[in-house]
């Protein structure tokens, strides 16, 4: 069971002490928006490496931007250990994998809320996680969509019966309340922003993530 804390969430004039505030975390969860895919901007390539350059633990990148057949494999060369792009926004998906794969990075395909998962699924041998978004893509701090449960189950399933080391993420709205759930239903790697940054001990807020996320391991 795995933490990756949004530094979306962070103060952006400090992020490589906000790194450090979470260095107990599997993963540093990186939010991509260009404005386009999504209606806000956060960052982009520069940012990356600079932040792969002094992060104590690997970059979990979240694209949510248009035609990531373009620039996702750039994403991986920044330093970006996790690559996820969005499925709605792919050209060619299954390219988009192996170019990531071949850049040394885990590939992810993000699903948003609207979108089902079965026309998909064909896609996992070339998939090392898949990401199902519980909120609308776009902004921290939104309310977690619990109608989402049921995909995770269905992207589990799958996974489970491919066989293979496919981690199923969520993200949006994650937090002590609602992270059970998740667990349950099947999910392995858990984003959380304002859940871990709001906190005043983001460490701590780590550690009860994980430690209910494990205590309610699906299966
Ligand atoms: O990708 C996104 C939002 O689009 C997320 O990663 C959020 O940043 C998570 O923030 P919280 O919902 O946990 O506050
Ligand atoms: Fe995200």
């Not at 979470?22 to 404005?35: F, L, P, R, Y």
């Not at 979240?62 to 494999?73: F, K, T």
């Not at 050209?91 to 993000?110: E, I, K």
């Not at 699903?111 to 699924?121: E, H, L, Q, S």
């Amino acid at each position: 069971m795995q933490i990756s804390p949004s530094i979306l969430s962070a103060d952006f004039a400090n992020l490589e002490r906000e790194l450090r505030r979470i260095s107990n975390a599997d993963w540093a969860h990186v939010d991509v928006m260009d404005g386009h895919f999504v209606p806000n901007l956060t960052l982009g390539l520069p940012v990356v490496e600079a932040l792969a350059k002094v992060s104590p633990i690997p970059l979990d990148c979240h694209l949510m931007i248009d035609d990531p057949d373009r620039w996702a494999p750039q994403y991986a060369e920044a330093g970006g250990s996790s690559v996820t792009f969005h499925i709605e926004a792919a050209g060619d998906p299954r390219r988009v994998a192996r170019d990531l794969r071949a850049a040394g990075a885990r590939a992810g395909m993000a699903i948003k809320p609207g979108t089902a998962f079965a026309p998909y699924a064909d896609l996992l041998p070339d998939l090392d996680m898949v990401l199902v978004m519980t909120v609308e893509p776009g902004f921290g701090g939104q309310s977690f969509m619990a109608d989402q449960m049921p995909k995770v189950r269905e992207v589990r399933e799958a996974v489970r019966r491919h066989g293979g080391d496919i981690w199923v993420q969520v993200d949006g709205g994650v937090s002590a309340d609602t992270i059970e759930q998740c667990a349950e239903a099947g999910a392995d790697v858990f984003v959380a922003g304002s859940a871990v940054y709001g906190a005043q001990d983001a460490a701590a807020a780590v550690e009860e993530l994980r430690a209910l996320a494990t205590a309610h391991r699906h299966g």
